[in-house]
């Protein structure tokens, strides 16, 4: 193999791209939005702030935060044709399928034209309408109610998604909802992880945003990358105490089972989003939560730890925290969705501003240059299996 023909397996390691949104693990540790330390942002910011960082490259002033919000707020509501085709989906569909096809429909109805203009407004609209649409797809399913996506104009975004998740006229508490709004902050971007990497090579050929977000939410759903924090809820909720965590957790190991919410491709000493979201978790277990689910969290994290030196990443104590926050296990990943649609729309801007296709090359492993071999030739192979399986 010669040096411009390096292969890297799952390109790790591998350098694909310019970027000035994010550094992961730089030297190991940290992670930052443009340059501002997750601790801070998770400490002293909003979401809003952090999407208006992610998407516009500053933090707002106080003028452009309240002007922001306005937009969002403008944005949640949803179309009626829109509302048909989600009465349509199965209440037994996944609701990050919902959101695939929610972005999809909103894209027949809302066409980017003109991509330099029409990218902001796209990304916005679907920050402020993927919780409508998921809640309203929701209600209806489950309970036959066609439910306003409007709330308050002041309502942030983890406030209108905790209102249209309860639908119970009261104002979320304030612990709720900070809970909700880090996660949102924490999930919000993290480099060329495979949805963002996904959006980008979408966005390379120069199609439209939704497409773009489309590949995205299907990237993300994976158990490997977002849909992490729902498997690592469902393992957990197998545990009722702390010894069965001990043992179940060896028992997996033992098998060489993965453990959901552990591990990582850059950060080898810990995930810094981690030590955030697992001091909210614990909060809320002390706070009217559950103790015990804290408790078998921790075990799992100790047992990991002592058995394989692996350490939680962001999903893990996201799956308790929202757990204890009533959300349920299926709408994990679809949060996700609604906060890294802001990194989403930051690469999905970046890459068109200095576009090249992304075309990589495959090492060929198949057969050599073979003559053809005519139909009545040729004999039934194993695969003729496969299609009379179907
Ligand atoms: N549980 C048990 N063993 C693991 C785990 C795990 N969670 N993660 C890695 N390993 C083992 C892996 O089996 C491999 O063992 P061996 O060398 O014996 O084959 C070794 O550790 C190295 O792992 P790898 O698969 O080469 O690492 P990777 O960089 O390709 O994968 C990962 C990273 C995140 C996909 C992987 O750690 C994993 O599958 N974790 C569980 C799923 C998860 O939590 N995903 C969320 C990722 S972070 C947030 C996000 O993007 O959503």
């Known amino acids: 193999m010669t040096e411009q023909q390096q292969y890297s397996k799952g390109l790790a390691g591998i350098q694909v791209a310019e970027s000035d949104i994010c550094t992961v693990g730089v030297k190991g540790v940290g992670l930052n939005?443009?340059?501002?330390?997750?601790?801070?942002?998770?400490?002293?910011?909003?979401?809003?702030?952090?999407?208006?960082?992610?998407?516009?490259?500053?933090?707002?002033?106080?003028?452009?935060?309240?002007?922001?919000?306005?937009?969002?707020?403008?944005?949640?509501?949803?179309?009626?044709?829109?509302?048909?085709?989600?009465?349509?989906?199965?209440?037994?569909?996944?609701?990050?399928?919902?959101?695939?096809?929610?972005?999809?429909?909103?894209?027949?109805?809302?066409p980017e034209v003109n991509p330099q203009q029409d990218q902001y407004r796209i990304a916005n609209r679907l920050i402020a309408s993927f919780g409508s649409m998921l809640l309203y797809w929701y209600h209806w399913t489950q309970s036959g109610k066609r439910i306003s996506t409007v709330t308050s104009p002041d309502d942030s975004t983890a406030t209108h998604f905790l209102k249209l998740l309860r639908l119970?006229?009261?104002?979320?508490?304030?612990?709720?909802?900070?809970?909700?709004?880090?996660s949102l902050i924490l999930y919000a971007e993290h480099d060329l992880a495979a949805s963002s990497f996904g959006a980008r090579v979408t966005a390379s050929?120069?199609?439209?945003?939704?497409?773009?977000?489309?590949?995205?939410?299907?990237?993300?759903?994976?158990?490997?990358?977002?849909?992490?924090?729902?498997?690592?809820?469902?393992?957990?909720?197998?545990?009722?105490?702390?010894?069965s965590a001990e043992s179940g957790i060896l028992e997996m190991l033992k098998k060489k089972e993965l453990i959901m919410g552990f591990g990582h491709r850059v950060y080898r000493n810990g995930d810094p989003r981690n030590p955030i979201i697992k001091e909210w978790s614990k909060k809320l277990s002390q706070e009217g939560g559950n103790p015990t689910l804290f408790a078998v969290s921790q075990v799992v994290e100790d047992i990991v730890f002592r058995e394989k030196?692996?350490?939680?990443?962001?999903?893990?104590?996201?799956?308790?925290?929202?757990?204890?926050?009533?959300?349920?296990?299926?709408?994990?990943?679809?949060?996700?969705?609604?906060?890294?649609?802001t990194g989403w729309a930051a690469h999905?801007?970046?890459?068109?501003?200095?576009?090249?296709?992304?075309?990589?090359?495959?090492?060929?492993?198949?057969?050599?240059?073979?003559?053809?071999?005519?139909?009545?030739?040729?004999?039934?192979?194993?695969?003729?299996?496969?299609?009379s399986s179907l």
């Not at 801070?40 to 452009?64: C, K, M």
């Not at 119970?168 to 880090?182: Q, R, Y």
């Not at 104590?317 to 757990?323: E, I, L, R, V």
Request: with cysteine; charged share 20%; aromatic share 10%.
């Open 33 to 110: 939005y443009r340059g501002y330390d997750i601790k801070d942002l998770a400490a002293y910011s909003t979401f809003e702030e952090v999407a208006f960082l992610l998407i516009y490259g500053s933090l707002p002033s106080q003028n452009e935060l309240s002007n922001y919000k306005r937009l969002l707020s403008s944005f949640r509501d949803i179309p009626g044709g829109l509302k048909d085709i989600l009465e349509r989906i199965p209440s037994s569909a996944h609701p990050m399928d919902v959101l695939r096809t929610g972005c999809s429909v909103l894209g027949t109805m809302e």
């Open 168 to 182: 119970d006229g009261k104002e979320p508490s304030g612990l709720h909802v900070k809970a909700v709004d880090v």
């Open 205 to 243: 050929t120069l199609t439209d945003f939704y497409s773009c977000i489309c590949t995205a939410i299907g990237t993300l759903r994976g158990p490997l990358h977002g849909g992490a924090n729902e498997a690592a809820m469902i393992l957990l909720s197998k545990f009722p105490n702390t010894a």
């Open 309 to 341: 030196k692996m350490h939680p990443n962001l999903d893990f104590y996201s799956a308790s925290t929202y757990n204890q926050i009533g959300i349920p296990t299926n709408f994990f990943t679809p949060i996700f969705v609604i906060s890294r649609t």
């Open 348 to 387: 999905i801007i970046e890459q068109r501003s200095n576009n090249k296709l992304i075309r990589p090359s495959a090492i060929y492993t198949g057969p050599e240059p073979r003559p053809y071999v005519p139909i009545i030739e040729r004999s039934n192979s194993d695969r003729s299996k496969l299609v």
